[in-house]
């Protein structure tokens, strides 16, 4: 019992020791990579092809993955911005794979961003990739100190389960000179393990508590009238104010934008999410402006920024328009103004603990949706692909930039920004 005693507290001592070190040499107020990357429509469609590109393999079968740099960066820097704004710059050389990375940190006394930087490599040919380097900021620890403290932090957290579902398939990876190379074996009960895992509920138990409200709000509902967004949104809203403290009001935010968008869309977006929450036992459709698909867009690009990322919720609302245009209901800025208001309020729900306190009592004293969405019936719509090209030619031109910046101009000037903000 003793010997056991003895290494936890080995181990328990490591990671404090790590920990201390990246308090001390590792946060800052500087970048070490430059936080500048941004989405494109071709970024997010090469990146969900690369993080999917196992499924193609199918169960019991080995498969292989090639990644460029190129690759490497872009999926790295994606999966980082679902979380925080992050940045990562990753190369390949001498058979090593260098990483860079700067991750923003929460509001606090020590410094803006941790700075962090690794290096990947093998001392075996037949080996996996093991941690060959370590800095913290300018601070260099001994690799295999930050592996052990690294493997304890991982095996003895939640993060074990990730690591396992991801490094169990992994058989090998060759390193060349432009690219790697990862042999992998699909399982098909690893694959039904990382199912069940990455869509069970955070927290069912709060979350149930805006879904007992959802249910109540309903049931009360007169079906003659239309359900306005702002009657979802301002009741469960004043319950978050009351239920959340400066330190919780993030969450309980990321909570209520859910389970609000998972009724009115009926979890169309869950591709984006973590939470998940059951069906209401009746169904009416929600409006904005007299428009159901306006409610549907608002809320589904609020929920993809409050728990993904605000550039990803606006690519994809911009990228589905453009798509209307090549044969569906046409370009329409009506939807796109819809996307722009809801990443403002995802954006605002979770910028820092005083913008979400300060958000939710704004909603919950709101009149109407007017107050967190401008009427955008003036605007241009229901342009097909031509039509879009004649009179805004892409969306690079000055004329579409102007457009989009005047509605950003719109969303901004409403009060309940302003006092979140």
């Keep these: 019992m003793k010997p056991l005693i003895t290494a936890a507290l080995i181990c328990l001592s490591a990671v404090a020791a790590l920990c201390l070190l990246l308090l001390l040499f590792g946060i800052s107020n500087t970048p070490d990579v430059a936080m500048g990357w941004t989405l494109t429509h071709n970024d997010i469609r090469r990146a969900k092809q690369i993080l999917h590109e196992g499924s193609k393999t199918k169960p019991d079968a080995l498969g292989t993955l090639e990644l ?97 579902l991801e490094s169990q398939p992994i058989k090998a990876i060759h390193i060349e000179p432009q690219k790697i190379i990862i042999t992998y074996y699909s399982n098909l009960d690893t694959l039904i393990q990382a199912r069940e895992f990455l869509t069970q509920p955070d927290a069912p138990t709060t979350v149930s508590i805006y879904q007992q409200a959802l249910e109540r709000l309903l049931a009360e509902h007169d079906p003659a009238w239309r359900l306005s967004l702002a009657d979802l949104l301002k009741p469960l809203f004043a319950l978050a104010y009351q239920q959340s403290t400066a330190a919780t009001a993030i969450a309980e935010n990321k909570k209520v934008i859910m389970t609000v968008n998972s009724y009115v869309n009926n979890r169309s977006t869950r591709a984006f999410m973590s939470a998940a929450t059951p069906k209401p036992s009746k169904r009416y459709a929600a409006f904005l402006y007299k428009r159901i698909d306006l409610a549907q867009h608002f809320i589904a690009s609020a929920a993809i920024t409050a728990s993904v990322n605000g550039q990803i919720a606006e690519a994809v609302g911009e990228e589905k328009e453009l ?42 004293q709101i009149k109407d949706y007017s107050d967190f969405m401008p009427d955008p019936r003036d605007l241009p719509e229901h342009m097909d692909a031509n039509q879009f090209k004649q009179r805004y030619e892409s969306v690079n031109s000055p004329a579409y930039l102007a457009l989009s910046k005047q509605i950003d101009q ?11 903000d």
């Design 410 to 420: 719109r969303i901004a000037a409403l009060p309940i920004y302003q006092q979140a």
């Design 323 to 364: 798509n209307d245009a090549q044969g569906g209901s046409g370009f329409s800025f009506v939807d796109l103004a819809a996307d722009k208001a809801g990443t403002r309020l995802g954006e605002t729900a979770i910028a820092s603990p005083e913008s979400a306190r300060k958000l939710q009592k704004a909603l919950s």
């Design 68 to 164: 460029s740099q190129a690759d490497l960066n872009l999926a790295s820097n994606y999966l980082l911005n679902r979380y925080s704004k992050s940045a990562a710059r990753i190369e390949i050389k001498n058979q090593v794979l260098r990483f860079n990375v700067t991750m923003t940190l929460p509001r606090n006394s020590l410094g803006q961003y941790l700075n962090i930087s690794f290096r990947l490599g093998k001392e075996n040919p037949d080996e996996l990739l093991s941690l060959t380097k370590f800095k913290a900021g300018k601070l260099l620890l001994p690799a295999k100190f930050a592996s052990f403290v690294i493997g304890a932090l991982i095996h003895h957290t939640s993060l074990r389960d990730y690591f396992i």
